[in-house]
């Protein structure tokens, strides 16, 4: 047992590890969409103790203002930080949650590529690719990212891809306040009498 | 696409309806250059909203633009509305009756742009919209039978009416607004589902003085509300029946009642129809078609291209692998154009871009 990762953690792992599902070929590798963990070097943000984060192109996640979205994570101690270099997101898809049939186990979601110039898609997914810490998070209007990339490890390029949520923001006392300061405003100025 | 071609006589009335896979927008000409513009989409490939487009390239002045309704809040009726009301600052502003209220008001507020930047959708254009027009005080807003415009055009008495909402109505989707203003803290920021059904949307009746156009918008039909009140008030039923009909709601069958072809248009009416591709919905459906096939003299659909996913083979291959029923929400954009001379006793119907006649 890696006793650097918690015993929740782990038990979830292994629960997970169990439905582990080959979803993505390539030419030489398979690679399969069980979650990972964290390597014990870097932050929740993926990123080092000088803030750097190792995986996958940084530049362009922050242009494209996603350096705050959940990377994807990796087997600890399987993967060098060299290696991590290698991981090259091909598409991120920003994906909306539009719907939730539970008794089919399948979410409709919006599609919106944050890669070039693609129309927007819509899609349905099943909700056994939704990763057990996330699943609280999948309600309609609720935001993920669909992330395709390649790695090249030891000398083999491994397509993989991943869907996380984002843990959206909460509703504060004073941001309530403002939105019903704004709505009489706008009420009282509609109804403005000449 | 937009070879348009000339714009419509002073004697000449016109409907067009504007329309990709998720959207959609309409131009009504009255006469004399008088306008009326409905609804907002944006097209695909200028990314301006379609109606402003239009008007430009047929070359219409401004101050031609009389009124400009928001029929309802919805996404895919909403868009480039600011930018359109913007664009005709002599336009007076129509909204559904629904957001005269404090709490449809703190609705918008929550979710249209003042905290939620992120996860807006129709709501952040229709704040926008009612921002600007409580600003400049030229906003009204319309109720099952308010009158919403009356003038002479052509020696004739050119009168637009809005059929809904009705009281009921408004009250049933208040009460469902309400439950998604933020009440306590730490509660995620979400985008706001959309609300079905659809009972606050406008239908309007535009009478031409000798024939007359329905709008349905998108409202449904829900036990008693929707169009079994409309179909149940008088003031909507004693109205002239009219030749030509935006079918409501991309066709759905929550959008049809019967009694609105046998009450509210006259024998075998023209229609026109935006589609409606998201998430699981496709409308409108084989069954919907061949249901309003069966009731009209023609029906046109403003897109009806290819719903293929546009991804590279790959990636869309790698896609499959966890999705399916991956497609376009934009299959394409068209526009279908009924015009004709006042007094003539048919529509002249042409067609642009990947519109269809189904």
Known sequence: ?194 | MSDYGAGPASNQVEFTLFGPGYGEAIAVHLGDGCWILVDSCIHPNNKQPASLHYLQQIGVQAAGVKIIVASHWHDDHVRGLSKLAGAFPSAKFILSGVFNNKEALTFLCAYGSIIAKAQTRGTKELFEFVSKAGEEEKLEFAYGGKILFEETVQARKMTVIAFSPTTKAQAKSLSRMATFIPKAEGLPITHVPELEPNLEAVVLHIDFGDDALLLGSDLEDHGDLGWAEILNDNICTGRRKATSYKVAHHGSKTGHAAGIWLTLLTALPIASLTPFNRGSSHLPTDKDKQRIKETVSAAYLTSGASKKPAIPNEQLKRMLAIGKNIVKVNSGFGAVRFRKELGAPAWDVELFGDALKI
């Open chain 1, 1 to 194: 047992m890696d006793m650097s990762i918690p015993l929740a953690e782990q038990q979830n792992l292994a629960l997970l590890r169990s439905k582990t599902k080959t979803v993505d070929t390539s030419a030489r590798v398979m690679k399969d969409l069980s979650p990972r963990v964290i390597p014990p070097n870097l932050d929740e943000m993926g990123q080092n103790a000088e803030g750097n984060s190792p995986i996958g192109d940084l530049d362009l996640l922050d242009r494209l203002g996603l350096a705050k979205i959940r990377l994807p994570a990796v087997d600890a101690g399987v993967l060098t930080s060299q290696e991590l270099l290698r991981m090259v997101p091909i598409q991120i898809w920003e994906g909306e949650v539009l719907g939730v049939d539970q008794d089919a186990g399948m979410m409709q979601v919006l599609l919106s590529a944050k890669m070039g110039e693609v129309p927007d898609h819509t899609a349905e997914i099943s909700l056994e690719w939704v990763v057990e810490q996330d699943k609280d998070l999948v309600s309609p209007g609720s935001v993920f990212y669909w992330t395709l990339y390649k790695e090249i490890k030891r000398g083999s390029i491994i397509n993989s891809q991943e869907l996380r949520f984002r843990r959206l923001p909460s509703w504060s006392k004073n941001q309530i306040e403002r939105v019903h300061r704004a709505a009489e405003q706008l009420f009282a100025r509609i109804n403005k009498k000449p």
